[in-house]
């Protein structure tokens, strides 16, 4: 809201004086130019040569720079010496000579507006409505050569600035001298700055709050330096060592906000990330080396920071952001289209409150939300209270006056719903975002501050408001030392008293003040292009149904939501915006996650061979973790459900670091090959962890039945030979006894004798008999060894190798015990010797095989 014309203290009739002063200074210094030597015609012409030559070169005010680097009192009364110290460096290429400084007062007495203010630039062009120099009081200087700088102070007493009504006086420091181009007394320098002037007072004092912000980014991983029980804490960098030391940024802001009338708003995750280095921790190696860590060097420094914080907050308020500090704005913009993602925010709040009692001991405010900037729109405000916050910080350059009030209004406005909008003015909230560094830079920004400070008392002096400061969330150390000195000069100048940011969230809101949220279109684009997108959102709600899955299995949940849980909070932090950082933080969380899960796992195997209708199969899972993990149930299923049944699910406990295999019972209706994958199931019945696969073939007939068979069908070929050659050596026998036989009847001894010789083979076989008789005997061998090709045809046992070697053996069954005993007739002496090889001790081939 342009406010130059909402002051009744710039009034048409103050206007035209100070046009009507810078018209008469304007033609006095004209009249002086006119009558100086140096404005001959004889003198302009090289003046114009050096010119024109020197084009690049600083000339007039531009010459020299000026810097301010104390200014005090920083608002001085009648009874002070104002003490002005700086410096003097010639920028040209030429040297400047006959050199004071000294200070002028603008001309037109107090600055008429806060527009007026923020419209004055602390360096340009010199002119007339910078004022006169204050004579009797300047500081002589030496020539000074190009490049060159020289120090000055000048010390002048209060009464002497000759200023009258309270308000805010432009104060400009100017460097005046000669140079070989401009050979007169001109101002080769000027460093414009503000002057408070609350000399009368009687104000009703600015009720005026100032936050101070304990912010950081995450430094904490979510994994731990070891797999022990001492769970070591791990960092992702030793940064915050540095902040925590003497003189660091988060050092600095406890020791300087201490004596300060401030309320501290707080993020918890630095309360818990500094806890953590409270104890031995350690440090992730180069690019993210998990192996290669090395030992944190902040144990020391976060103990004393603790002892101090919590010294340093005693009768102040604290606030606490939810844990984490959430980006609300990408939340409301990215994020709201994703399950699950607003009621994180209501997660970290409830931790925000557990973490700051623990850790400080004292009870937090947890109904404020803080976004970026200040900057709202109603879905932010929508999200805001959906996180559980009722009063939200915004900013005025966003939540914008409508006009029908010329002065600042009190912070606090309702916007509907309950809710409380603490709109922080964005004039004096930004401003120490600059360098402050430099002394220069640091002197200057205290003084806008009071200067913009004063004139918000100054614009309705009879009428008390209440206005909120709301700095940047990390201010470096040297912005920080800065902004403690503002406060404490602004408390000092008896217009301002300070304020919680409770109480100015309880304040009577001006009627006339906007009340309405800005719309979303109004959302400013620079920070909309750095928000968290939609697919990092989308990757952290897969990060939690992820963990989700996980934990129902876990004895020890504890362990692992704890870390998680506040890992994913941190995800989704403010200060990850504009930081590249951010994706990998996000895909580390996953990857652990993904890995822990992983160490629950079904152990592969290789393919079995089943030779009987009903086997048992052994599948073995493996518990990596150093908890026990319970709820499970693992479960297989058959592609060839009419060809294999693979048994029924079976639940299942592991111990931590242990594997458990379980026993499958198996039924095969059919031969052939089947696939046969193992998945664990967690109690709900989800899917857990990778399904593995295996094949199993399905025969009736194994390899070492078919050598039997083969065998036996060898021996009833050999020995059906067998018997034709000895029934026909009987026949040919026969036959000769029946010839000689007939003969015998007229020769009894020539017969008997002609007997015993008849047959010259059968004392060669004397068997023959035996084995003709025998096979009169025993009619049923030949049936015997048919019944052999197959002993083991209609077995139902069989044997398991649950690894290559071993096996699982079962008791017989009938068939076998039947082939035994038609197997059991008298061994003949003829019989030849069994064509098996002895069972080899050999382990079997690669595979996991099942035989009967």
Same mark, same amino acid.
């Given at each position: 809201?342009?406010?130059?014309?909402?002051?009744?203290?710039?009034?048409?009739?103050?206007?035209?004086?100070?046009?009507?002063?810078?018209?008469?200074?304007?033609?006095?210094?004209l009249?002086?130019?006119?009558?100086?030597?140096?404005a001959?015609?004889?003198?302009?012409?090289?003046?114009?040569t050096?010119?024109?030559?020197?084009?690049?070169?600083?000339?007039?005010?531009?010459?020299?720079?000026v810097?301010?680097?104390?200014?005090?009192?920083?608002?001085?009364?009648?009874?002070?010496?104002?003490?002005?110290?700086?410096?003097?460096?010639?920028?040209?290429d030429?040297?400047?000579?006959?050199?004071?400084?000294?200070?002028?007062?603008?001309?037109?007495?107090?600055?008429?507006?806060?527009?007026?203010?923020?419209?004055?630039?602390?360096?340009?062009?010199?002119?007339?409505?910078?004022?006169?120099?204050i004579?009797?009081?300047?500081?002589?200087?030496?020539?000074?050569?190009?490049?060159?700088?020289?120090?000055f102070?000048?010390d002048?007493?209060?009464?002497?600035l000759?200023?009258?009504?309270?308000?805010?006086?432009?104060?400009?420091?100017?460097?005046?001298?000669?140079?070989?181009?401009?050979?007169?007394?001109?101002?080769?320098?000027?460093?414009?700055?503000?002057?408070?002037?609350?000399?009368?007072?009687?104000?009703?004092?600015?009720k005026?709050?100032?936050?101070?912000?304990?912010?950081?980014?995450?430094?904490?991983?979510?994994?731990?330096?070891?797999?022990?029980?001492?769970?070591?804490?791990l960092?992702?960098?030793?940064?915050?060592?540095?902040?925590?030391?003497?003189?660091?940024r988060?050092?600095?802001?406890?020791?300087?906000?201490?004596?300060?009338?401030?309320?501290?708003?707080?993020d918890?995750?630095?309360?818990?990330?500094?806890?953590?280095?409270?104890?031995?921790?350690?440090?992730?190696?180069?690019?993210?080396?998990?192996?290669?860590?090395?030992?944190?060097?902040?144990?020391?420094?976060?103990?004393?920071w603790?002892?101090?914080?919590?010294?340093?907050?005693?009768?102040?308020?604290?606030?606490?952001?939810?844990?984490?500090?959430?980006d609300?704005?990408?939340?409301?913009?990215?994020?709201?289209?994703?399950?699950?993602?607003?009621?994180?925010?209501?997660?970290?709040?409830?931790?925000?409150?557990?973490?700051?009692?623990?850790?400080?001991?004292?009870?937090?405010?947890?109904?404020?939300?803080?976004?970026?900037?200040?900057?709202?729109?109603?879905?932010?405000?929508?999200?805001?209270?959906?996180?559980?916050?009722?009063?939200?910080?915004?900013?005025?350059?966003?939540?914008?006056?409508n006009?029908?009030?010329?002065?600042?209004?009190?912070?606090?406005?309702?916007?509907?719903g309950?809710?409380?909008?603490?709109?922080?003015?964005?004039?004096?909230?930004?401003?120490?975002?600059?360098?402050?560094?430099?002394?220069?830079?640091?002197?200057?920004?205290?003084?806008?501050?009071?200067?913009?400070?004063?004139?918000?008392?100054?614009?309705?002096?009879?009428?008390?408001?209440?206005?909120?400061?709301?700095?940047?969330?990390?201010?470096?150390a040297?912005?920080?030392?800065?902004?403690?000195a503002?406060?404490?000069?602004?408390?000092?100048?008896?217009?301002?008293?300070?304020?919680?940011?409770?109480?100015?969230?309880?304040?009577?809101?001006?009627?006339?003040?906007?009340?309405?949220?800005?719309?979303?279109?109004?959302?400013?684009?620079?920070?909309?292009?750095?928000?968290?997108?939609?697919?990092a959102?989308?990757?952290?709600?897969?990060?939690?149904?992820?963990?989700?899955?996980?934990?129902?299995?876990?004895?020890?949940?504890?362990?692992?939501?704890?870390?998680?849980?506040?890992?994913v909070?941190?995800?989704m932090?403010?200060?990850?915006?504009?930081?590249?950082?951010?994706?990998?933080f996000?895909?580390?969380?996953?990857?652990?996650?993904?890995?822990?899960?992983?160490?629950?796992?079904?152990?592969?195997?290789?393919?079995?061979?089943?030779?009987?209708?009903?086997?048992?199969?052994?599948?073995?899972?493996?518990?990596?973790?150093?908890?026990?993990?319970?709820?499970l149930t693992?479960?297989?299923?058959?592609?060839?459900?009419?060809?294999?049944?693979?048994?029924?699910?079976?639940?299942?406990?592991i111990?931590?670091?242990?594997?458990?295999?379980?026993?499958?019972?198996?039924?095969?209706?059919?031969?052939g090959?089947?696939?046969?994958?193992?998945?664990?199931?967690?109690?709900?019945?989800?899917?857990?962890?990778?399904?593995?696969?295996?094949?199993?073939?399905?025969?009736?007939?194994?390899?070492?039945?078919?050598?039997?068979?083969?065998?036996?069908?060898?021996?009833?070929?050999?020995?059906?030979?067998?018997?034709?050659?000895?029934?026909?050596?009987?026949?040919?026998?026969?036959?000769? /006894?029946? %010839?000689?036989g007939? @003969?015998? !009847?007229?020769? +009894? =001894?020539?017969?008997a004798? #002609?007997?015993?010789? &008849?047959?010259?083979?059968?004392?060669?076989?004397?068997?023959?008999?035996?084995?003709?008789?025998?096979?009169?005997?025993?009619?049923?061998? /030949?049936? %015997?060894?048919?019944? @052999?090709? !197959?002993?083991? +045809? =209609?077995?139902?046992?069989? #044997?398991?190798?649950? &690894?290559?070697?071993?096996?699982?053996?079962?008791?017989?069954?009938?068939?076998?015990?039947?082939?035994?005993?038609?197997?059991?007739?008298? /061994?003949?002496?003829?019989?030849? @010797?069994? !064509?098996?090889? +002895? =069972?080899s001790?050999?382990?079997?081939?690669?595979?996991?095989?099942?035989d009967?």
């Amino acid at each position: 809201m342009g406010e130059a014309a909402l002051h009744p203290v710039s009034t048409p009739a103050h206007g035209w004086l100070r046009r009507a002063a810078a018209t008469l200074v304007g033609a006095a210094l004209l009249t002086g130019l006119v009558q100086l030597p140096g404005a001959s015609a004889a003198h302009a012409a090289p003046r114009a040569t050096t010119s024109a030559a020197h084009t690049a070169q600083p000339t007039g005010s531009s010459t020299a720079l000026v810097d301010v680097d104390s200014l005090t009192p920083t608002v001085p009364t009648k009874g002070d010496t104002l003490k002005v110290s700086g410096t003097v460096t010639n920028e040209s290429d030429e040297t400047v000579s006959s050199a004071h400084v000294g200070l002028r007062i603008g001309s037109g007495g107090p600055m008429g507006s806060r527009d007026d203010i923020s419209g004055t630039a602390a360096t340009g062009g010199f002119s007339v409505s910078d004022g006169a120099e204050i004579p009797g009081h300047t500081a002589t200087l030496p020539d000074i050569p190009p490049g060159i700088s020289v120090p000055f102070t000048i010390d002048m007493p209060a009464g002497d600035l000759g200023l009258g009504d309270d308000g805010v006086y432009q104060l400009g420091v100017t460097a005046s001298g000669t140079t070989p181009a401009e050979g007169y007394q001109h101002v080769v320098g000027i460093k414009r700055t503000f002057l408070p002037w609350y000399a009368r007072g009687g104000s009703q004092k600015t009720k005026t709050t100032f936050l101070w912000p304990l912010i950081d980014q995450p430094h904490l991983d979510l994994r731990s330096a070891d797999a022990d029980q001492t769970q070591t804490p791990l960092f992702r960098d030793d940064d915050l060592a540095s902040e925590l030391a003497p003189g660091g940024r988060l050092q600095q802001m406890v020791a300087l906000g201490k004596d300060l009338p401030v309320t501290w708003v707080v993020d918890p995750d630095l309360l818990a990330t500094v806890d953590a280095m409270t104890k031995p921790y350690r440090v992730l190696g180069p690019g993210g080396d998990t192996q290669h860590t090395t030992p944190g060097t902040g144990t020391a420094y976060a103990k004393e920071w603790l002892d101090e914080l919590q010294s340093a907050i005693q009768g102040d308020e604290v606030v606490a952001l939810p844990f984490g500090d959430p980006d609300l704005a990408s939340i409301a913009h990215d994020g709201g289209s994703v399950p699950g993602t607003i009621s994180h925010l209501r997660t970290a709040t409830d931790l925000a409150d557990v973490t700051v009692q623990t850790i400080l001991g004292v009870t937090p405010s947890t109904d404020f939300a803080w976004p970026v900037d200040g900057a709202v729109d109603p879905s932010i405000v929508n999200v805001a209270t959906a996180g559980g916050a009722d009063k939200i910080l915004a900013r005025s350059d966003s939540f914008r006056e409508n006009g029908s009030l010329n002065y600042t209004p009190t912070a606090a406005r309702p916007i509907g719903g309950g809710n409380t909008a603490i709109v922080a003015d964005a004039g004096l909230s930004t401003a120490f975002t600059g360098d402050m560094t430099t002394a220069d830079g640091s002197t200057l920004a205290v003084q806008r501050f009071l200067a913009q400070s004063l004139m918000i008392d100054e614009q309705v002096p009879g009428k008390q408001r209440s206005i909120v400061i709301a700095p940047q969330r990390m201010p470096t150390a040297s912005q920080a030392q800065t902004m403690a000195a503002a406060i404490s000069s602004v408390f000092a100048g008896g217009w301002a008293q300070s304020e919680s940011l409770s109480s100015a969230s309880a304040e009577t809101p001006d009627p006339g003040a906007e009340q309405t949220v800005p719309s979303t279109s109004s959302y400013p684009s620079a920070l909309r292009r750095t928000e968290l997108s939609t697919a990092a959102f989308r990757q952290i709600q897969s990060i939690q149904n992820q963990l989700a899955g996980f934990l129902v299995i876990l004895s020890r949940k504890d362990r692992v939501t704890t870390p998680f849980g506040n890992a994913v909070l941190r995800s989704m932090s403010t200060q990850w915006r504009g930081d590249a950082g951010a994706a990998g933080f996000r895909d580390d969380i996953s990857s652990y996650l993904t890995g822990l899960s992983g160490d629950v796992h079904i152990l592969a195997k290789q393919s079995i061979t089943l030779s009987g209708r009903t086997a048992t199969i052994p599948v073995t899972v493996q518990n990596s973790l150093a908890q026990e993990v319970t709820g499970l149930t693992l479960r297989l299923t058959s592609n060839q459900s009419n060809r294999l049944d693979p048994g029924k699910p079976q639940a299942l406990d592991i111990g931590a670091g242990r594997s458990r295999s379980l026993k499958f019972t198996t039924t095969a209706s059919a031969n052939g090959k089947a696939w046969v994958t193992a998945q664990l199931y967690t109690q709900d019945g989800a899917p857990y962890g990778e399904k593995m696969t295996f094949q199993v073939n399905v025969t009736s007939i194994t390899d070492t039945v078919m050598l039997v068979i083969a065998g036996g069908l060898l021996l009833l070929v050999l020995a059906g030979v067998r018997m034709y050659r000895q029934r026909k050596r009987l026949a040919a026998r026969r036959a000769g /006894e029946e %010839a000689e036989g007939a @003969e015998a !009847d007229g020769d +009894a =001894e020539a017969g008997a004798g #002609a007997g015993a010789g &008849a047959d010259p083979e059968a004392g060669a076989d004397p068997e023959a008999g035996v084995h003709a008789e025998a096979e009169e005997k025993n009619p049923t061998a /030949e049936k %015997a060894t048919a019944h @052999e090709e !197959d002993p083991v +045809a =209609e077995s139902s046992g069989s #044997a398991v190798d649950d &690894a290559p070697g071993s096996s699982v053996d079962e008791a017989p069954g009938p068939a076998e015990a039947d082939a035994d005993e038609a197997t059991a007739v008298p /061994e003949q002496p003829s019989d030849p @010797e069994p !064509d098996t090889a +002895a =069972e080899s001790t050999e382990p079997p081939a690669p595979g996991e095989k099942v035989d009967r």
